[in-house]
């Protein structure tokens, strides 16, 4: 079966969206960003400034088009201005998580030949200087607050002052004449993947494999000069990256986070219309909600219940395409007042949308926030996609899928269920990686992406990925993502993670929500010093075990984990057990916790509590 979206837009370039939207739209607040406690508005006209200054100081230092340069910073403007500067001058940006380790680093700088890097912080110059030594090619290190104290070779500031002294009415012209004469074939940026198997690989996308992606997106999901979009997933990852793009050449304001401890008091402080998330950030938010609504009193409790059966209802009715009316349009009404209203104050209040990618959406917590009066628009695609391939949108939405395909793209469904597309969108290919590229890309140009999924009604829903598929000893066939999704959404639970390839039945490993099993411990007047202690109790593991199950009822027996280990800490992107987008490396894990997965196929005893 072979899924399409509308015809496919008209080739084009990064640097071409860029100068038409500060000609259109040409705002005082097309960026804001926080200084001193203050959100600050940039212009449109000061970041083309900015762009052009930074694009001819690089080349007053003889980077050429073609040279890739790195960027390695939190979310901030000069992050989009540095790779702006990159993309109207014909050099290659190359996107580094700030999350990184420092032993992780060397070999994107090699791998892609980075001959510059711009770096943000003390902390990120110092990381850095730690491995320069193992990066040959790299010749200028620009602080953006950071300088040559900290390793760096110049700063931005001096940098754009660099090119400011190479202005003059022919040069400016010239530069604009040769960043418009850039080619939608060209290569816009390498992104290193931060897949959970294998060393990262870099993801060759151009200028087109992004243009066709937010021409399409926004037509998808339509954004305003009014908007004012929040940004606080990493820049480095294609997600927010794509959109980012698509806000400038929409003219939405763009309001930029640092780091995502900072999004609750953003979100009401900026008011914006939307923001993009992953699946974490919402059901961090849906266990604060039930956290919040079962903490206070019998009252309190039995008035959010109600208001959550009334959401529910209607959003049966609206999800079914009916008006609800009567009686239930009153109560909802009325729990839109006593309880969900919070909620939407707590994003600011102007909030049309969410988008979700990076991960499934637990379908209970889609639902959960679509009844509660926001919606989140839960999307799919991949870094070697640019990275849209499917998105709910406000008028074809279906929880449970990732939406229908975008503007110029094909979604196939292969005989073992793995889910391929074609189009514009996907990448020319891994760097220096023709063999994975192969791999990954057919003959016929199809893309492999290594999910499995279903096409109902032109929607596309994914079940698992393809390698994350466990197989028992006895045959059976377990797709891991949506029970742990399931198990997410108790309040008691941080993280899941199923293990169970070629053992003889599935386990879990659970590391619980700390503020919720502490307040539970508490009210029960139960004593600890420490964590790995409280772990150990029967009365903890025996109410985690019935908090788990509870959210495994329905389940096929084959399919339920057998047993339970609960840990004590979150699994981190220091150890290696998550990439920077926050995807559990299975395999990772399975190691790191050898002994204790050993115990569970062991031990009669249910569940097993683990600290490191």
Same mark, same amino acid.
């Given at each position: 079966?072979?899924?399409?979206?509308?015809? *496919?837009?008209?080739?084009?370039?990064?640097?071409?969206?860029?100068?038409?939207?500060?000609?259109?739209?040409?705002?005082?607040?097309?960026?804001?960003?926080?200084?001193?406690?203050?959100?600050?508005?940039?212009?449109?006209?000061?970041?083309?400034?900015?762009?052009?200054?930074?694009?001819?100081? %690089?080349?007053?230092?003889?980077?050429?088009?073609?040279?890739?340069?790195?960027?390695?910073?939190?979310?901030?403007?000069?992050?989009?201005?540095?790779?702006?500067?990159?993309?109207?001058?014909?050099?290659?940006?190359?996107?580094?998580?700030?999350?990184?380790?420092?032993?992780?680093?060397?070999?994107?700088?090699?791998?892609?030949? /980075?001959?510059?890097?711009?770096?943000?912080?003390?902390?990120?110059?110092?990381?850095? &200087?730690?491995?320069?030594?193992?990066?040959?090619?790299?010749?200028?290190?620009?602080?953006?607050?950071?300088?040559?104290?900290?390793?760096?070779?110049?700063?931005?500031?001096?940098?754009?002052?660099?090119?400011?002294?190479?202005?003059?009415?022919?040069?400016? &012209? /010239?530069?604009?004449?040769? &960043?418009?004469?850039?080619?939608?074939?060209?290569?816009?940026?390498?992104?290193?993947?931060?897949?959970?198997?294998?060393?990262?690989?870099?993801?060759?996308?151009?200028?087109?494999?992004?243009?066709?992606?937010?021409?399409?997106? *926004?037509?998808?999901?339509?954004?305003?000069?009014?908007?004012? /979009?929040?940004?606080?997933?990493?820049?480095?990852?294609?997600?927010?990256?794509?959109?980012?793009?698509?806000?400038?050449?929409?003219?939405?304001?763009?309001?930029?986070? +640092?780091?995502?401890?900072?999004?609750?008091?953003?979100?009401?402080?900026?008011?914006?219309?939307?923001?993009?998330?992953?699946?974490?950030?919402?059901?961090?938010?849906? +266990?604060?909600?039930?956290?919040?609504?079962?903490?206070?009193?019998?009252?309190?409790?039995?008035?959010?219940?109600?208001?959550?059966?009334? +959401?529910?209802?209607?959003?049966?009715?609206? %999800?079914?395409?009916?008006?609800?009316?009567?009686?239930?349009?009153?109560?909802?009404?009325?729990?839109?007042?006593?309880?969900?209203?919070?909620?939407?104050?707590?994003?600011?209040?102007?909030?049309?949308?969410?988008?979700?990618?990076?991960?499934? %959406? =637990?379908?209970?917590?889609?639902?959960?926030?679509?009844?509660?009066?926001?919606?989140?628009?839960?999307?799919?695609?991949?870094?070697?996609?640019?990275?849209?391939? =499917?998105?709910?949108?406000?008028?074809?939405?279906?929880?449970?899928?990732?939406?229908?395909?975008?503007?110029?793209?094909?979604?196939?469904?292969?005989?073992?269920?793995?889910?391929?597309?074609?189009?514009?969108? #996907?990448?020319?290919?891994?760097?220096?990686?023709?063999?994975?590229?192969?791999?990954?890309?057919?003959?016929?140009?199809?893309?492999?992406?290594?999910?499995?999924?279903?096409?109902?009604?032109?929607?596309?829903?994914?079940?698992?990925?393809?390698?994350?598929?466990?197989?028992?000893?006895?045959?059976?066939?377990?797709?891991?993502?949506?029970?742990?999704?399931?198990?997410?959404?108790?309040?008691?639970?941080?993280?899941?993670?199923?293990?169970?390839?070629?053992?003889?039945?599935? #386990?879990?490993?659970?590391?619980?929500?700390?503020?919720?099993?502490?307040?539970?411990?508490?009210?029960?007047?139960?004593?600890?010093?420490?964590?790995?202690?409280?772990?150990?109790?029967?009365?903890?593991?025996?109410?985690?075990?019935?908090?788990?199950?509870?959210?495994?009822?329905?389940?096929?027996?084959?399919?339920?984990?057998?047993?339970?280990?609960?840990?004590?800490?979150?699994?981190?992107?220091?150890?290696?057990?998550?990439?920077?987008?926050?995807?559990?490396?299975?395999?990772?894990?399975?190691?790191?916790?050898?002994?204790?997965?050993?115990?569970?196929?062991?031990?009669?005893?249910?569940?097993?509590?683990?600290?490191?």
């Amino acid at each position: 079966m072979i899924a399409r979206g509308g015809p *496919r837009p008209e080739p084009g370039t990064l640097t071409r969206l860029f100068f038409d939207a500060v000609r259109q739209y040409d705002k005082p607040n097309a960026m804001l960003h926080k200084v001193d406690g203050h959100w600050v508005s940039i212009p449109h006209r000061t970041v083309a400034e900015r762009v052009r200054r930074v694009g001819l100081g %690089l080349q007053s230092h003889g980077v050429d088009r073609g040279d890739r340069v790195a960027i390695l910073s939190e979310n901030r403007p000069e992050w989009a201005i540095a790779d702006y500067g990159c993309l109207t001058s014909g050099m290659v940006s190359v996107p580094i998580y700030p999350t990184l380790p420092a032993e992780q680093i060397p070999h994107i700088l090699r791998d892609s030949g /980075a001959v510059a890097v711009f770096v943000s912080t003390r902390e990120q110059a110092a990381k850095l &200087a730690s491995v320069r030594a193992q990066c040959p090619d790299l010749r200028h290190v620009i602080g953006l607050d950071a300088g040559p104290a900290d390793g760096c070779t110049m700063t931005m500031a001096e940098l754009e002052g660099r090119g400011r002294s190479a202005e003059s009415p022919e040069r400016i &012209a /010239a530069y604009e004449r040769d &960043a418009l004469a850039v080619r939608p074939d060209e290569l816009a940026t390498l992104i290193y993947t931060s897949g959970t198997t294998g060393a990262p690989k870099g993801v060759m996308l151009t200028h087109d494999n992004f243009h066709s992606n937010v021409v399409a997106a *926004r037509k998808a999901v339509p954004f305003t000069l009014d908007d004012t /979009a929040l940004s606080f997933l990493p820049l480095s990852h294609v997600f927010e990256r794509m959109g980012d793009y698509m806000y400038w050449s929409c003219g939405t304001t763009i309001a930029y986070v +640092a780091s995502i401890d900072d999004v609750a008091v953003s979100l009401q402080e900026v008011k914006p219309t939307m923001a993009m998330g992953v699946p974490r950030l919402y059901e961090k938010m849906y +266990a604060r909600v039930f956290e919040n609504a079962t903490s206070g009193g019998t009252l309190k409790k039995r008035i959010f219940f109600w208001a959550l059966d009334v +959401a529910n209802r209607w959003a049966d009715e609206r %999800l079914a395409g009916r008006t609800p009316a009567g009686l239930l349009a009153a109560q909802y009404g009325l729990a839109q007042r006593l309880v969900f209203s919070k909620l939407k104050e707590r994003t600011g209040g102007r909030l049309r949308y969410f988008v979700s990618g990076g991960a499934p %959406l =637990a379908p209970s917590i889609n639902k959960f926030f679509y009844a509660a009066g926001i919606t989140i628009l839960e999307g799919y695609g991949l870094t070697e996609t640019s990275p849209v391939i =499917a998105v709910n949108t406000p008028t074809a939405f279906r929880i449970g899928s990732v939406g229908k395909p975008i503007d110029g793209v094909e979604v196939h469904i292969a005989g073992d269920g793995e889910i391929l597309t074609r189009g514009p969108h #996907v990448m020319h290919g891994y760097y220096n990686n023709p063999e994975a590229t192969r791999e990954t890309i057919d003959a016929e140009g199809w893309l492999h992406t290594g999910d499995i999924g279903t096409l109902e009604q032109g929607f596309l829903r994914i079940t698992d990925r393809k390698k994350d598929i466990i197989v028992t000893a006895g045959g059976k066939n377990v797709a891991p993502q949506p029970i742990e999704n399931a198990v997410k959404t108790c309040k008691y639970v941080s993280q899941a993670v199923m293990i169970g390839d070629r053992r003889k039945y599935p #386990v879990m490993l659970v590391v619980p929500n700390w503020e919720s099993l502490e307040k539970w411990a508490t009210h029960e007047q139960m004593r600890w010093t420490s964590r790995r202690e409280l772990l150990a109790t029967a009365a903890v593991q025996a109410k985690m075990e019935r908090e788990v199950r509870e959210k495994l009822a329905g389940l096929a027996s084959f399919e339920s984990p057998k047993k339970i280990a609960l840990l004590e800490e979150d699994f981190s992107i220091e150890r290696g057990e998550l990439t920077p987008k926050l995807s559990v490396k299975r395999r990772v894990v399975d190691q790191a916790y050898k002994d204790v997965i050993d115990r569970l196929y062991e031990e009669e005893a249910v569940p097993v509590a683990a600290g490191r």
